[in-house]
């Protein structure tokens, strides 16, 4: 990593920590800080799900290139 990018991601990570400062010293704050703890709790459930669905999908695609390649050998037979 280049000082260019190092100095962003510090700045960055600088930000990200006044503004957990400040969000964490009001009511309102320490809300947002518990709601994104608590959706980062569900993400890999979240995660889960989703990487089913694809692998479902990734199945039935399979499934379609298969029954193509079978498709196509039997009419290459034919000819």
């Known amino acids: 990593m280049n000082n260019k990018n190092l100095s962003l991601a510090m700045l960055g990570l ?42 479902n999908e990734l199945e039935n695609i399979q499934s379609a290139i298969n029954d193509l390649a079978d498709a196509l050998g039997s009419a290459h037979v034919i000819e």
């Open 14 to 55: 600088g930000g990200l920590g006044v503004l957990g400062v400040l969000a964490a010293g009001t009511d309102r704050g320490r809300g947002i800080i518990r709601s994104l703890i608590d959706a980062f709790s569900e993400a890999p459930d979240r995660i889960q799900g989703w990487n089913e669905a694809a692998q």
